[in-house]
T-cell receptor, first 113, second 113 residues
Framework: ETGVTQTPRHLVMGMTNKKSLKCEQH?????MYWYKQSAKKPLELMFV???????ENNSVPSRFSPECPNSSHLFLHLHTLQPEDSALYLC????????????FGPGTRLTVL | AQSVSQHNHHVILSEAASLELGCNYS??????LFWYVQYPGQHLQLLLK??????LVKGIKGFEAEFIKSKFSFNLRKPSVQWSDTAEYFC???????????FGAGTTVTVRA
């Protein structure tokens, strides 16, 4: 248990659905991250928030929409996804952006039909 | 762009065997280096990290890694593995003062009892 929780743990959705992934950290960290983990590929950084402000959008398609209402919560809103978006979506946090040790949540396994 | 290469895709070995996983990175500046482990069904967790100082770094669970700057390498070692070391291992690198972590594709380690 790292202090970073993610819900749901598994999600199956159709291409026309709208769903949201939630991440919560109980570590008092100020930076939060979304990563995509596909089989046998390096983790891909998607979004970074620092003190609720987005500092990075790593060329992510607009069908992924992040939201960070406060430093403890991070959402990833999903709509009109494609089957190739099926992956494990990981949330992470760090004390500050410049503190490099990131703590990861368990991930949400997303399947797009 | 910075890249991280992990040489072994899948390693299978018996209990008590020695383990060495290779990691090389392409960036030539000052870097921070990490090894993360992901046990089956669990979240990514930090095994060890190198920021500066002694290039031989000791981590949790008997793991160590050696930073060889001239070879741009940060190989992970364990002298005697256990069945419980079965997991996926990820090397990660970032430039000092840059929050963006670049991950390798991971090495799956299977330890046979």
């Amino acid at each position: 248990e790292t202090g970073v929780t993610q819900t749901p743990r598994h999600l199956v959705m159709g291409m026309t659905n709208k769903k949201s992934l939630k991440c919560e950290q109980h570590l008092g960290h100020n930076a939060m991250y979304w990563y995509k983990q596909s089989a046998k590929k390096p983790l891909e950084l998607m979004f970074v928030y620092n003190f609720k402000e987005q500092t990075e959008n790593n060329s992510v398609p607009s069908r992924f929409s992040p939201e960070c209402p406060n430093s403890s919560h991070l959402f990833l809103h999903l709509h009109t996804l494609q089957p190739e978006d099926s992956a494990l979506y990981l949330c992470a946090s760090s004390l500050h952006l410049q503190v490099n040790e990131q703590f990861f949540g368990p991930g949400t396994r997303l399947t797009v039909l | 762009a910075q890249s991280v290469s992990q040489h072994n895709h899948h390693v299978i070995l018996s209990e008590a065997a020695s383990l060495e996983l290779g990691c090389n990175y392409s960036y030539g500046g000052t870097v921070n280096l990490f090894w993360y482990v992901q046990y089956p069904g669990q979240h990514l967790q930090l095994l060890l990290k190198y920021f500066s100082g002694d290039p031989l770094v000791k981590g949790i669970k008997g793991f160590e890694a050696e930073f060889i700057k001239s070879k741009f390498s940060f190989n992970l070692r364990k002298p005697s593995v256990q069945w419980s070391d079965t997991a996926e291992y990820f090397c990660a690198v970032n430039r000092v003062n840059d929050y963006k972590l670049s991950f390798g594709a991971g090495t799956t380690v299977t330890v046979r009892a």
